[in-house]
Structure formats: C-alpha cells, structure tokens
C-alpha cells in the first residue's frame, strides 16, 4: 500500500559504566508504541447523501456501535459531499488516534481532533460543515470535496479526463506517523469530477475500501446457512456477512435481524459485525415449523436488505423426551425401529447389544443434543406419549448400559425419522419409520 512509518518522541538514553574491567550497558528507553501499520486498518471512502445510494455509501457512519465521527452533525441536517477516512483499532490494545492530515496534490486538509479508541473500535473523519465547496478549502477539513480538486488545488468540476493524483493519507497512532497512498484513487473519485462524468457518473458514494485497492463502491450483506435444522426447544443461529463488493470486511455496522414468517414471526434482534464483518443472532423456538428470517443494514441513503434463510423447527416426542435408535442404524433413508419390545435385538450397537429391558425411550432430557446424555427405566417408564407426529426428531446412541433399575446412554446424533402408521405407547406395537436427515 506504500506505507511509510516515522517514529516521533520516542527516546533513549545509554549510560556506560565501567568498574573493575567490567563494562555494563543500562539502556533507558520509553515505552516504544506499535507502528501505526501494525494492527490499524485504514479505509478510506466517499460520501455522497446528494445522490443517494444506500449500498455504496459508506457504512458504519456516524452513530454506529463503536464508532467515533469527526463530521457533520447532526445527520438528518447535513448533506455530505466529500471524502472520509476510517481508522479501525485491531491491535488489542487501546490506542490514540494523535492526527490525520490528507494531501491531494499541493491541497492539504489537516486539523481532526485527537480520538482514544480502545479494541475494535473506530474512528471516522470527514466533512465539517454540510454542503460542497470545490477546490482546495484546505487545511482544515470544513468542507472536504475531495472528489473537485485538481492540481495545484484548482476547482476541478465536471472534469472527466483523469488526473492521475495519488491522494496520501498520514496517521498517527500513538505518536506514530505512518503514510499511506490511495493507490485507488477513492478519495478523488478516479481523477475525475464523479457526479458529472461516466463511470460511475452521478452518485459519487464509494463504500470503505481499504486504502491502495479499489475502489469497491458497492457493499453485499449475506445470511448464512441457507437452511438449517433444530429440535423445538433448542437453538438455531444465524450468521450475517457484511462486506464492500471487493468482499473486504465491514466492521461496527449495527445489523437487524428478523424472523419474517413462521411459529416465531415478528421476533427480532439486533448484532453488530466483528473485525471479519460477521454478525450473529440466535434464538429458540417453543413450536414447530419453519421461520423464514432476513437481515438488514440502514444507512442514512436507505436499506441493505440481506437474501432469506429458513429454519425448521422439529418436535421429538409430544410431551418431551424422545425415542432413540442405535447407531449402527443412522444411515440416510434407511429404516429404523424406534420402540418396542424387540429395540434391543433390532438396534444393535457399535458397542454390543442393549440392555434387553430398554424399549426405546427416555424422558431425562427435555432438549436432546449432540454430545449430551441421557437416562430412564425399563420398559414403558416413563410413559410415552399416546401418538407421534409424522416427522419426529430422534436420538442416535452409541452406548447404552443398565446399572439398577437406571438405563443410560449417550447421543452421538439427532436425525429425523418420517415415522410409520402403527405406532402404539404398549411395547407390542412398534414405531419405526426411515431417515430423511440429519439434525446435528
């Protein structure tokens, strides 16, 4: 990115002391801070709220979780025409943002105050004052139409041939100046004069790009899986990605999240992305069903919506508990024997037969997962339920033993089973069905 790094105030101070033909070296140093290209993310962007666009204009802004704006204030009365720079702390450790000083050409914006910001959070500089004003109004940053400078500082409106100026950006961190070039051309719209000529012509807006690529104006925000399953009473999550159209990370964007349709329609949350853009949202069901869910990022142009995903909810056994298969049985689309008289000759396991007094149910657990546990009692106790549904969550057990009258076991997988008519809580009538997925 054609980073230079200068180190200021930093001292030393070495002091040689010679006794008895040994010589010992006491060196004094202040404490050294990191170089401001060490763990600080720098972006740079355009703002154009003149020529709306909701997903190139640059997001997170002002308001945003953790997110320190040096700008125009208050949003709703300011219109912003110009460049802006995002420092996003990921060093660990709290940092002092000392300055930032923008040179375009012989035009230097200077004079941001100083910003403390601890881990992951940011920093925005733009436009002071509302409105556009061409040419270089410099050193300060009232007005920063970055995209209407031309050499020397000239007013370079409706300009469409590129001038090839490299913007360089100095920030200093902790006393440490480094300098980047935005080898992009982002601050000053590709050399030219963005709202008047083509590409991209109009809106000028151009999402946060790291600074020397670009630029990506367009901005992506995904929900993944895109179908998942869950036993009712357990949990789902959803996983938001929120990135510019280079796929690069957006970090400190508030996402909304809401269930659309389905048993826990109008059921919503709210996260904020993460240093890798992400944002998640979990949630619980107490019916069954599928939800349908969406995500959406807002900014001060409008809406980012996100594609939809489903969840499916599924019940086990009406009442709680659930009924168990052996392992060696888990085979997609292959039938199973869920309860009766004869689960422990017809549900060998990987580690031997059954205790033969285990008629295919437990109750002990009343959210069954993988990789937990169970219990129950031999035969019908606990009672089963009277009927099952026509899709049924089941266990998957790998070890059941018997110590007294307490029957235990494990759950290595969660399927769902299409159960079979003929079902009946009496031992003698069994419960089979086939597997049609698996649930964890």
Not at 148 to 156: E, H, K, L, Q, T
Not at 236 to 251: D, E, K, M, R
Request: hydrophobic share 35%; aromatic share 8%; net charge neutral.
């Amino acid at each position: 990115m054609g980073q230079r790094t200068r180190r200021t105030g930093a001292a030393s101070t070495l002091v040689v002391l010679c006794s008895l033909g040994i010589v010992s070296l006491v060196v004094a140093l202040t404490p050294v801070p990191a170089t401001a290209a060490s763990g600080i993310n720098v972006f740079v962007g355009y703002a154009d709220s003149l020529r709306a666009n909701a997903t190139n204009f640059p997001t997170p802004w002002a308001g945003s979780p953790q997110t320190t704006f040096e700008g125009c204030l208050p949003v709703a009365s300011c219109e912003y025409d110009g460049g802006a720079i995002r420092i996003a702390n990921n060093t660990g450790s709290t940092v002092t943002v000392n300055a930032i000083a923008v040179h375009i050409h012989t035009c230097t914006y200077t004079g941001w105050p100083s910003a403390v910001l601890s881990p992951g959070a940011d920093l925005i500089v733009t436009q002071l004052v509302s409105g556009a004003t061409g040419g270089c109004s410099g050193p300060s940053p009232a007005y920063f139409d970055t995209s209407d400078i031309g050499p020397n500082g000239s007013i370079y409106t409706r300009n469409c041939t590129p001038n090839g100026i490299q913007s360089t950006v100095d920030v200093t961190v902790n006393g440490v100046t480094t300098t980047y070039t935005d080898a992009g051309q982002v601050l000053n719209t590709g050399g030219v004069d963005g709202a008047f000529c083509p590409p991209p012509g109009g809106n000028e807006s151009t999402q946060w790009t790291v600074i020397g690529t670009g630029p990506c104006r367009g901005s992506q925000l995904s929900l993944a899986p895109a179908t998942q399953s869950h036993g009712v009473g357990t949990t789902a999550t959803v996983i938001a990605t929120f990135t510019n159209s280079c796929g690069q990370p957006l970090s400190n964007v508030a996402v909304p999240f809401a269930v659309l349709s389905g048993p826990n329609a109008g059921r919503t949350g709210t996260g904020a992305t993460d240093a890798n853009g992400t944002a998640s949202f979990t949630y619980t069901s107490a019916a069954p069903g599928t939800d349908t869910l969406r995500a959406t990022v807002t900014n001060i142009a409008g809406a980012i919506p996100s594609n939809t995903v489903t969840v499916t909810w599924v019940l086990f056994a009406p009442g709680g508990g659930a009924f168990v298969i052996s392992d060696l049985k888990d085979v997609s689309g292959g039938s199973v024997y869920w309860w009766g008289a004869q689960w422990w000759k017809n549900d060998y396991l990987n580690s031997g037969l059954a205790p033969a007094a285990f008629k295919g149910f437990e109750k002990s657990n009343l959210s069954p997962w993988c990789g937990q546990t169970w219990t129950t009692r031999p035969g019908n106790s606990p009672k089963p339920p009277r009927t099952v549904p026509g899709m049924m969550a089941v266990i998957v057990s790998s070890h059941i033993t018997k110590r007294g009258p307490v029957i235990s076991g494990d759950i290595v997988h969660i399927v769902l089973v299409r159960t079979n008519p003929g079902y009946g809580p009496n031992p003698g009538h069994k419960g089979t069905g086939t597997i049609v997925a698996t649930l964890c």
